[in-house]
């Protein structure tokens, strides 16, 4: 059996590599780690990584090996249970609309709002999943 500790990093695909900088870092704050224009963009999320890769430039890749999406996709960040309101009134704050919010089984809320491509991000409080 793996003896998996955490999911490292998560992918997404941007054409415009400019728009995900301004979204990430320039409106959530995600501080970049590195940038190569026309092919990448990666971002710290917390102790995670969060890589933006140019489809276009990723699926011709032989290493590391192509990949490439198209179409939303979906991630949550995790924060402290106690800063959990905050952030969501801090993404209101942006002009970020608010698109869902579900109570889960144990109590405890989430809420999802949209990338400028359409992804689907959530905030969930740490320990959701305990």
Known sequence: MLKITQIKEVCLYFRDLEKASSFYNGLLGLPIISHLKG??????????????????????????PQHFAEGPYHFAFEVKPADYESQKEEIKSKGISIIDTLQWQNGQESFYFNDPDGSVLEIVPEGIWN
């Open 39 to 64: 092919k990448h963009i990666f971002f710290h999320a917390g102790s995670s990584v969060l890589l933006c890769f140019n489809p276009d430039d990723s699926k011709m890749k032989k290493s590391p």
